[in-house]
Nanobody, 120 residues
């Protein structure tokens, strides 16, 4: 079982940046994904990164604004979010999977989420 804990959320203004962290209990599963869920909307995949190679993938909605990185020594994954807009307001989750996927069901373990609110 993998435990994940997100942190770094908060209230920012449009155009600001935030860095989310996802601390994990281990790297047994090679992929960590980031999802977000806005009120009244489905949870959507936005990014994934692998522990072994650091390969990343991003949804079109965040490509060019968000980057992902990992620190294997700390078992921690980061999501750097730049040029934030009100449409980015959501609860952000990290999750662990064996392989890349964009579906909620592809991920086996989830963190509790961290709120990101972007004001205009």
């Amino acid at each position: 079982q993998v435990q994940l804990v997100e942190s770094g959320g908060g209230l920012v203004q449009a155009g600001d940046s935030l860095r989310l962290s996802c601390a994990t209990s281990g790297r047994e599963l090679n992929v960590v994904g980031w999802f977000r869920q806005a009120p009244g909307k489905m949870r959507e995949w936005i990014a994934s990164i692998t522990w072994i190679s650091g390969r990343t993938m991003f949804a079109d909605s965040v490509k060019g604004r968000f980057t992902a990185s990992r620190d294997n020594r700390k078992n921690t994954v980061y999501l750097q979010m730049n040029s934030l807009q009100p449409g980015d307001t959501a609860v952000y989750y990290c999750a662990a999977a064996r392989a890349f996927g964009e579906r909620v069901g592809d991920y086996l373990y989830w963190g509790q989420g961290t709120q990101v609110t972007v004001s205009s």
